[in-house]
């Protein structure tokens, strides 16, 4: 059963940081990819930032070049999203998912992606 577990959320002012954790179970975490995506009240859902972790291309929204970094730790089938400089535009609920076992051609497009996980609410206060 696949599992992705999202931790690290919480209330910051702007400014501030916050790092976002995602591990990932019952599935072959290699050569697939991983995003970060966020949903703010009465908005659509958007991608962040995204990863393959065979490889570790990266990708990112132009809103957070920048100030959010995306990385992965394969021992621990975990994704992380280091996140500086908060705005309180970031608010949002974040959200991990897995997908693209068979490639992606866009890599911050929810619909490219099979898993989610349940989210982690992040809150930047000005």
């Known amino acids: 059963q696949v599992q992705l577990v999202e931790s690290g959320g919480g209330s910051v002012q702007a400014g501030g940081s916050l790092r976002l954790s995602c591990a990932a179970s019952?599935?072959?975490?290699?050569?697939?990819?991983m995003g970060w995506f966020r949903q703010a009240p009465g908005k659509e859902r958007e991608g962040v930032a995204a990863?393959?972790?065979?490889?570790?291309?990266?990708y990112y929204a132009d809103s957070v070049k920048g100030r959010f970094t995306i990385s992965q730790d394969n021992a621990k089938n975990t994704v992380y999203l280091q996140m500086n400089s908060l705005k309180p535009e970031d608010t949002a609920m974040y959200y991990c998912?897995?997908?693209?076992?068979?490639?992606?051609?866009?890599?911050?497009?929810?619909?490219?992606?099979?898993?989610w996980g349940q989210g982690t609410q992040v809150t930047v206060s000005s």
């Open positions: 998912a897995a997908g693209g076992w068979n490639g992606v051609d866009h890599p911050l497009v929810s619909y490219e992606y099979d898993y």
């Open positions: 990863i393959y972790t065979g490889g570790g291309k990266a």
């Open positions: 019952g599935y072959t975490y290699s050569n697939t990819w």
